[in-house]
């Protein structure tokens, strides 16, 4: 009931993420307890009524009372038949370690992993995961009335919103954002100038747009300050908004980018194009973790477009740089006397917001020449080169030899851009590009067969999750994830772990038809690279275009989802544990510095636990309803020998960032009496154990 509530807020708010979140969580626990309870072993076949209803489930076993037997691991029939509840309702419990924490007489959920098997009511579990499970043999029973539930609850949350809200938590609509971050210190007229000219051609390339943005927002920084932040409907407001735009008289540098960037990836829809515009470093750098994770999660791609200035220092170029490779965006000089250029990146970047792939991303620190391969899927090319020289040269070389080389008159200053029809099948193969000055690439590809690789990874407490934070060095159980528009073309699969200077770190290879394939976490930053084999020999290409850190750091929020009621505090136990060798000085920061932080050391190699406070008002819930709100946990860590010259990402041995969902409720839930008896008897206190691996589910709609 909690998570349907928050789902039901969230689409109130037009909170997309957050909706999908909720749905998610309160699918899997529903869809869980057909699985992993006696229901359906008590020839139950149809869906528990008061389940997410806010009432109470029914008769279920007392807490001293024995619900399994012992059974040899060999002796299926037994495990079949290890249930010795009568009629009333009990749950597995389920450890990662033994001895488990498992009360005596008490039944296991079962399989490999579950360590809770070995000792008391041994030998075997009760959950029907599947055909093969414990009692696999009642999987199909279970997953029918696991269907039907489900499907009534995303009706009851369809009938709580209209038609539009909903389609928009399935990803029926291909919605997405247009957001500038403008930094609006005086210094920087010449900047703000230039964006309003490039608003009419903009707004003329946009109105060409099959899919258009579906909101448009402007959110201005400067040195003192952030916000207004705007929110609009229309490229016209948009525009009347950034004429708008008042330079102020301040002079130092622009400290709040990030916080700027924060409140804009806050309100974004999923898939967003966002352009920060700036010649200065982010004083906010504590709150570059929340701007990872939040990116992260809207998957949203951010570019930079920067005016060199008295104030660009080569350790403001890397920092930026770096930030932008960490979420696939790119990193670009602008000159603000040549607007057509900046104009001819940002329409490109829009006119690629459906059906382009990325084929190839190389980093600026990687060089003057690399190699890409087109596929046959493929049918046009974009190719963008970006140097902090005014003066490089840029050419490409296709497989048979031919040169290009670009011709445009909007191709000057720091960018080079291309874009190349692909129907001449002389342009299929392996394509080399020379740059004259360092330079980062990305080649992008309209293709009739897209395709994409996704890391997830273990938390330390078993639940997986998809890689917002950086997974530890040298991680095992990892898992990446592709998924193709037509899985049963696929034959085969490779994924290679390219490291940042362009080396091939570990390369892995899988025949299975799901194409999950574990891999371990390398020792240093790395990028994903796939190659898929359709079943009539050809093969398809793919660069994920973020760079995915590595650490020797992990922090686990203890009892989750977090719970607290309207304008109360709320103490939040958690676990920072240091697997390098070397003691750490790590910093927390919770959503920014701002709100709440706090600092502690480590030893090397070790654990450290603490709690501290939340205060939920400012997450209020509305209306009597009950609000999902969205927590980051970002840590920092130093050496402890490092002085403390405040916050700042740059010296920053490792990090972590973390989503944690927290519910506000206007009220304590009390549940109501059941409706629906599993037999006559008074209702006793719940022993239904939650998986510790039950994990976060999104519903990830791919365009």
């Not at 407001?237 to 735009?245: D, E, N, V, Y």
């Not at 008289?249 to 352009?275: K, R, T």
């Not at 510095?593 to 030893?603: G, I, W």
């Not at 609000?627 to 920092?636: E, M, N, P, S, T």
Request: proline share 4%; hydrophobic share 40%.
């Amino acid at each position: 009931m909690l998570q349907l509530r928050a789902a039901q807020t969230s689409l109130a708010r037009q909170e997309w993420v957050q909706a999908r979140m909720a749905i998610g969580c309160a699918l899997h626990s529903v869809q869980d307890f057909y699985s992993h309870t006696n229901w359906i072993e008590l020839n139950m076949n149809e869906p528990n009524r008061d389940l997410a209803t806010g009432r109470a489930l029914g008769s279920v076993i007392d807490k001293n009372a024995s619900a399994c037997k012992s059974c040899d691991s060999t002796n299926q029939d037994c495990i079949r038949n290890n249930l010795i509840t009568g009629r009333q309702l009990t749950s597995g419990y389920f450890s990662l370690v033994y001895p488990s924490h498992k009360p005596t007489g008490k039944c296991s959920h079962g399989g490999l992993l579950d360590a809770s098997v070995g000792n008391d009511a041994y030998g075997g579990g009760i959950n029907k995961d599947s055909s093969t499970a414990a009692h696999g043999q009642l999987h199909a029973q279970a997953a029918s009335v696991a269907y039907t539930a489900s499907v009534k609850m995303l009706n009851e949350l369809w009938t709580s919103t209209n038609n539009d809200a909903f389609g928009k938590l399935l990803g029926l609509s291909n919605s997405f954002s247009l957001v500038f971050v403008v930094d609006i210190s005086s210094r920087l007229e010449p900047l703000i100038n230039m964006i309003r000219i490039l608003t009419d051609p903009l707004a003329v390339r946009i109105q060409q747009m099959f899919f258009k943005p579906v909101n448009y927002i402007l959110s201005p920084f400067n040195g003192s300050h952030w916000g207004p932040i705007h929110t609009v409907t229309t490229f016209d407001a948009f525009s009347g908004l950034i004429r708008k735009l008042n330079e102020t008289d301040l002079q130092n540098p622009s400290q709040h980018y990030y916080h700027a960037l924060n409140e804009a990836l806050q309100l974004c829809e999923s898939y967003s194009f966002v352009f920060m515009f700036t010649d200065a470093p982010g004083h906010d750098a504590y709150s570059q973790g929340r701007t990872q994770a939040l990116a992260e999660l809207k998957q949203a791609k951010i570019d930079v477009l920067f005016v060199n200035s008295t104030q660009s220092r080569s350790e403001i170029i890397d920092e930026l740089t770096q930030f932008t490779s960490r979420n696939g965006g790119l990193f670009m000089t602008v000159n603000t006397t040549r607007p057509n250029t900046t104009g001819e990146f940002l329409f490109h970047r829009l006119d690629e917001a459906f059906g382009y792939e990325c084929a190839l991303f190389e980093p600026i620190s990687n060089g003057r020449h690399g190699t890409f391969i087109l596929d046959q899927t493929a049918t046009s090319l974009r190719v963008k080169a970006v140097s902090s020289s005014s003066s490089f040269v840029f050419s490409l070389i296709n497989p048979v030899g031919l040169h290009f080389t670009s011709t445009s008159p909007a191709n000057r200053d720091y960018l080079q851009m291309f874009t190349i029809d692909v129907a001449n099948r002389s342009n299929v193969g392996e394509w080399t590009y020379n740059c004259s000055e360092n330079c980062a690439v990305e080649v992008n590809a309209q293709s009739e067969f897209r395709c994409r690789t996704q890391v997830y990874a273990p938390l330390i407490d078993g639940r997986f999750a998809l890689v917002v934070t950086p997974p530890l060095i040298n991680q095992n159980g990892v898992f990446a994830i592709t998924t193709c528009d037509d899985s049963n073309e696929v034959l085969n699969s490779s994924i290679q772990l390219i490291g940042t200077n362009r080396e091939f770190l570990t390369n892995y290879s899988t025949a299975r038809p799901d194409l999950i394939t574990p891999i371990t976490i390398p020792s240093e930053r790395f990028r994903v690279r796939t190659r898929v084999e359709h079943r009539d020999g050809t093969f398809v290409y793919r660069d994920e275009r973020a760079v995915i850190d590595t650490s020797q750091i992990v922090m686990v929020v203890h009892h989750q989802p977090l719970t607290v009621i309207n304008n109360q505090s709320l103490n939040v136990s958690f676990t920072i544990r240091n697997y390098a060798a070397i003691p750490l000085r790590v910093e927390l920061h919770i959503d920014d510095a701002l709100t709440t932080s706090q600092e502690y050391s480590v030893n090397q190699s070790s654990t450290k636990d603490a709690v501290i406070t939340i205060d939920s008002s400012r997450y209020r819930s509305i209306n009597q309803t009950t609000r999902l709100a969205l927590l980051v946990f970002a840590l920092q860590a130093f050496q402890t020998s490092r002085s403390n010259q405040g916050p700042s990402t740059a010296g920053a041995l490792f990090r972590h960032e973390q989503i944690v969902p927290l519910y506000v409720q206007s009220a304590a839930i009390h549940l109501d009496p059941p409706t629906h008896f599993v037999n006559q008897g008074s209702f006793q206190s719940i022993d239904i154990f939650i998986p510790t691996m039950l994990a976060i589910i999104t519903l990830v709609i791919r365009r």
